[in-house]
């Protein structure tokens, strides 16, 4: 075996060895360097464990040393919240939805958690009254809840409904067209009836009836030839009124009554 020939540089290598490993101070003594040596722990000493593991966060530092054994440190468990969201206020008829979701500190695995849909309605999303004063098409009521409409100045409103619907029944039965009253009000209603027999010897009757109830005291029996035309005036209507001619006859089943023509006119 050759001899190594110790030289102070070698020493001085040695002993910055020694101290890079244990931590002494440098220079020293062979004897120091003896001690120190002595003194490293290796890996027939005691292991170092999982409390010497340190844990901030989502970080596991683990201190200077030699480990004997394989060391492990578990990291708390966060909990994941469920996403919530906020409904805001109607501004300019918009609304803001803030989400928002509150974690635990922790390791949380990967996965996806849904939240509760926040559900804004129409009417939410609309307020205030546009007033109309103008006529045409294409008039924009987007985003409000009311539309007036100004019909001051207006013509009268009159309604029209015609039909060739007729009954040979000895009893009233329903004959012409429905009208539906479109504005409520006061009215002068006009209607005409037809019968296919001029004879005056056999009763042809007519009668109004508003929403299915027969208006007035007596049916109209008074015909002078086949055409009847009847006027009631001063009526008061409501909208949504649904008016319509009943008629009979007793003539026979060759013979028919009609009524053409319902109209109303406001007084």
């Known amino acids: 075996m050759s001899k190594v020939s110790i030289t102070r540089s070698l020493l001085d290598d040695l002993a910055m060895s020694i101290s890079a490993k244990s931590g002494e101070a440098v220079p020293m003594t062979l004897t120091e360097m003896k001690d120190a040596v002595d003194s490293i722990q290796t890996g027939g000493g005691t292991p170092r464990t999982s409390t010497d593991l340190v844990v901030s966060g989502a970080t596991v530092t683990a201190p200077a040393g030699v480990y004997a054994t394989d060391a492990s440190k578990s990291v708390a468990s966060g909990t994941a919240g469920t996403p919530t969201a906020t409904?805001?206020?109607v501004s300019n008829h918009s609304i803001s939805v803030t989400p928002s979701v509150t974690n635990t500190a922790g390791y949380i695995s990967g996965g996806t958690i849904n939240g509760t849909a926040v559900s804004v309605s129409a009417s939410e999303l609309v307020s205030g009254n546009l007033p109309i004063t103008q006529n045409g098409n294409n008039i924009d009521c987007a985003n409000y809840s009311t539309v007036s409409v100004n019909?001051?100045?207006?013509?009268?409103?009159?309604?029209?409904?015609?039909s060739t619907t007729r009954t040979n029944a000895s009893a009233l039965t329903a004959i012409g067209a429905e009208l539906t009253v479109s504005k409520t009000g006061t009215y002068d209603i006009y209607y005409s009836c037809f019968r296919t027999n001029t004879s005056a010897s056999y009763t042809w009757a007519t009668r109004l009836y508003i929403n299915g109830a027969a208006y007035g005291t007596a049916e109209n029996t008074t015909w002078t030839n086949n055409q009847q035309n009847t006027h009631l005036p001063n009526i008061s209507l409501t909208a949504g009124d649904k008016l319509r001619v009943y008629g009979r006859e007793t003539r026979g089943t060759s013979y028919y009554v009609c009524a053409p023509t319902l109209a109303i006119v406001e007084a």
């Open 151 to 162: 019909v001051s100045g207006s013509s009268k409103n009159t309604q029209v409904v015609q």
């Open 87 to 89: 409904k805001g206020t």
